[in-house]
C-alpha cells in the first residue's frame, strides 16, 4: 500500500480525509494504546465508524485539535 503525504494533497481533500487509528495517532504523535484512551474518554475529536470494528478519523477535525492544543497556556 502506498503512503500519501497529506501535505501534497490540496487543503479541501485533505481535511476531509479519513485516518485510521494508527494514522491518527502518528498525526498526533501519540502511541496507539494512548490515542485509544484519548478517544474513549473523550479527549481526541469523535471518531466515525466505518464499520463494526473499524473507525476513521478526520484530519481537519485533528489538525483543528492539535492547533488548539499548542495555543493552550500552561497549568500552573
Known amino acids: 500500500m ?3 503525504l497529506i501535505s501534497a494533497l490540496p487543503e479541501e481533500v485533505s481535511r476531509h ?3 485510521s487509528t494508527a494514522e ?3 498525526l498526533c ?3 496507539i494504546p494512548h490515542f485509544r484512551r484519548l478517544y474513549r474518554s473523550g479527549v ?3 471518531p466515525i465508524q466505518l464499520s463494526t470494528r ?3 478519523f478526520k ?3 485533528l489538525i483543528d485539535w ?3 492544543r499548542r495555543h493552550r497556556p500552561l497549568a500552573t
Do not use: Y
Request: a neutral charge; aromatic letters at 4%.
Open 2 to 4: 502506498e503512503m500519501i
Open 17 to 19: 480525509r479519513v485516518l
Open 24 to 26: 491518527a495517532a502518528a
Open 29 to 31: 504523535g501519540f502511541s
Open 44 to 46: 481526541v475529536p469523535s
Open 54 to 56: 473499524k473507525l476513521g
Open 59 to 61: 484530519t481537519g477535525d
Open 66 to 68: 492539535i492547533a488548539t
